[in-house]
């Protein structure tokens, strides 16, 4: 994809930065356009906070171009580069009362007392956290500090807001909560904005994209859908959700399909681009796209035969782990509206959609990801 | 994170669960030691203050009156002494932050090798003797000395040069004297101020002078407060480098009270001259101490 200058509000071209030597992100490329929420989600040590502090001007890469707005903006200092950015820490200047704290991007910039008043009173608005203004950080719960870092970071009305793991401070339930506020809030403003998080729950809730990083590259960057559905290979797969992973054998190919073995198992998927018979690929099969039915009804001589091992009840959904011959997979299913569900020791019947699964060449390193 | 916190609740526990006694018994050693050394001598001081005229073999306890205050407070020569004293210690004490704070923050800042020879150069002057640290300085500060050979090579100066016995003379030397106190405790203080914090307002738009006033000195004002008041303490009280480096062209309470006491011998005066000198530092201390808490609003926030 590649924007006008008059779209692209971010552009990363071939970035790289090594710490002593050791490398932290090696040649990123990606693009941002108006109002886009992109999340660079991995692992800790992927290289994503990197990434982020390049962006803010933290770091200076060493080769590569950082384009803002369509400009290089390699030696351009933070302080010129229109960024609204929510710490980790959060950040918040603990001396300060929270107007202060919100105030700060305005007060530096000699605007008028009242126009600052007004803009903060707008901000404690949008973040939902009237009548604090004269409370001291440390008087606010994590859930109010996490606003107030927000507000301050939108009150300058950033390019740009860049989220270095925002919500990772805080507790399970109000990290729900922010979730869907902060895509309230970025929806409402429309501000282009750049996350960061090794969480891939906030990844899929918030981003219209997903870049996934695995030690310094972006291993792939697409909608949240596309990147969960068709991951391009075995790391981003697991990194998003859980997936049964098959080594197999192509044993035919034919008009765009080709039949998998794997001991005694035999299905049919979609040709990946070059398959040819006896190539060995590894197979994902998220659990909730495995299909399970019994051996008796309509849908009986469908499917492939199994014996129900283990079934967890998780409330909402039921975790069943199935034997297929040696071959064990984990399966996730909603709780049958009416009749039981599988018990262990069951016979079951299993179907796997086609356009489910995901093939990717066998990889040499991939067996220990 | 949770390792110091249990640490600190198991010294609160402990102390809680002590009954009094128990902890009079273990306060006693430090109380005894400064009452015995510390208030008990003060109290003498004070009282030997108050005494009319030098205690003789005769008169061993002359008659208390204040007179030897009242001799101090309307004479504007001694008024004049406490001021330079106080003026000595108030330069001496900007001067060293001025250098110490740039100092400290950037050894913050850097790492290795690096970190290691500034820390080192910095604490270097704790480890020479006081008095061949100034003299050091003597040499350099004589006339036709080093630092006047410098600046007259540099065309800068031209003659003999009147350096020793001089204000800024014993002002520098002072500085040098206390930098290294002023430095350590502005390292840790300095250290705790998160980076995230200065990052913050750098990306709001601030510049580097704002960051200095509006975060970075806020936030390290108890190690600034604490550093001011030992320099300040401590030069404003120091007797040997202004008898080396002053002479007695530079008259402070120090020197002031070493004459009394020794060569004129009157101690009633002498220990007047202490106590004034005692008021002074411990005033001055204390108001500008209550002053930058109430600027920061110490006490109202807390670190988070």
């Known amino acids: ?369 | 994170m949770s390792s110091p916190r249990g640490a600190l609740r198991s010294a609160e526990d402990f102390a809680r669960g002590r009954p009094m006694l128990v902890s009079l018994l273990l306060l006693a050693p430090v109380l005894l030691l400064l009452l015995l050394f510390f208030f008990a001598p003060l109290a003498e001081l004070a009282n030997l203050s108050t005494f009319a005229q030098q205690p003789t073999r005769q008169v061993p306890r002359p008659p208390h009156s204040l007179v030897n205050y009242v001799k101090i407070l309307s004479d504007p020569f001694y008024l004049q002494v406490a001021a330079t004293s106080v003026l000595v210690g108030g330069c001496t004490t900007i001067a060293t932050l001025a250098i110490a704070y740039p100092i400290a923050f950037y050894v913050t800042r850097i790492a290795g090798w690096e970190r290691t020879l500034i820390s080192v150069a910095c604490l270097l002057p704790i480890f020479v003797n006081v008095i061949v640290g100034i003299l050091g300085w003597y040499i350099l500060l004589l006339p036709y000395g080093l630092v006047q050979q410098v600046l007259s090579a540099l065309g800068l100066v031209e003659g003999s040069l009147q350096l020793l016995r001089s204000f800024p003379a014993l002002v520098v030397v002072l500085t040098y004297e206390h930098m290294p106190f002023a430095v350590l405790i502005l390292v840790s203080s300095l250290q705790a101020v998160p980076i995230d914090k200065i990052n913050a307002a750098r990306l709001l738009g601030a510049s580097t002078a704002r960051i200095v006033a509006n975060i970075i000195m806020p936030l390290t004002m108890p190690g600034l407060v604490a550093s001011a008041i030992l320099v300040f303490s401590l030069s404003a009280s120091s007797y040997l480098t202004p008898i080396l480096i002053g002479g007695q062209r530079i008259r402070v309470l120090p020197l002031m009270i070493f004459s009394y006491g020794t060569e004129l011998l009157n101690w009633p005066l002498a220990a007047a001259l202490a106590i004034v000198l005692l008021v002074i530092v411990v005033a001055i201390t204390y108001l500008f101490a209550a002053a930058m808490n109430r600027l920061s609003k110490r006490g109202q926030w807390e670190m988070v």
């Not at chain 1, 707005?69 to 820490?89: C, D, I, K, W, Y």
């Not at chain 1, 107030?148 to 793991?165: G, H, N, S, Y």
């Not at chain 1, 919500?167 to 282009?192: F, G, P, Y």
């Open chain 1, 1 to 369: 994809m590649t924007l006008g200058a008059s779209e692209s509000v971010l552009r990363l071209d071939n970035v790289s930065k090594a710490f002593q030597g050791q490398p932290a992100v090696r040649g990123v490329s990606l693009e941002m356009g108006r109002g886009e929420f992109l999340t660079l989600l991995g692992p800790s040590g992927c290289g994503k906070t990197t990434s982020l502090n390049l962006v803010a001007g933290l770091l200076q890469p060493d080769s590569g171009t950082v384009f803002l707005r369509g400009e290089p903006a390699n030696t351009l200092p933070p302080r010129h580069r229109r960024l609204g950015m929510v710490f980790q820490s959060w950040a918040l200047f603990p001396h300060q009362n929270v107007f202060d704290n919100i105030a700060y991007g305005l007060s530096v910039r000699s605007v008028s007392s009242t126009e600052i008043r007004k803009r903060v009173a707008e901000m404690l608005g949008l973040v939902r956290l009237p009548g604090v203004e004269g409370k001291f950080p440390s008087q606010l719960s994590g859930g109010m500090q996490q606003r107030v870092a927000l507000a301050r970071a939108l009150i300058t009305r950033p390019d740009l807001l860049l989220l270095d793991e925002p919500l990772s401070n805080l507790d399970a339930a109000l990290r729900k909560e922010m979730q869907v506020e902060l895509r309230q809030i970025h929806s409402e403003l429309n501000v282009t904005t750049l996350l960061v998080t090794h969480s891939q729950e906030e990844a899929l809730v918030m981003s219209d994209r997903i870049a996934v990083m695995r030690a310094g590259r972006i291993e792939c960057i697409d909608t949240p859908r596309r990147v969960y559905n068709r991951p391009p290979n075995r790391f981003v797969c697991a990194f998003l959700g859980d997936a049964n992973m098959l080594e197999c054998e192509i044993e035919a190919v034919f008009a765009g399909e080709v039949m998998l073995r794997r001991n005694g198992l035999r299905f049919a998927a979609e040709a990946p681009a070059g398959a040819r018979a006896g190539q060995k690929l590894t197979v994902a099969i998220r659990p909730e796209n495995l299909l399970l039915h019994r051996p008796t009804g309509p849908e009986a001589e469908t499917g492939i035969d199994a014996i129900v091992r283990d079934a967890i009840f998780k409330g909402s959904h039921i975790q069943y782990a199935l034997m297929i011959g040696e071959e064990r997979l984990e399966v996730l299913a909603l709780p049958p509206v009416d009749g039981e569900p599988f018990a262990p020791g069951e016979r079951a019947r299993v179907t796997v959609p086609k356009s489910r699964i995901v093939a990717f060449p066998a990889e040499a390193g991939d067996a220990h990801v």
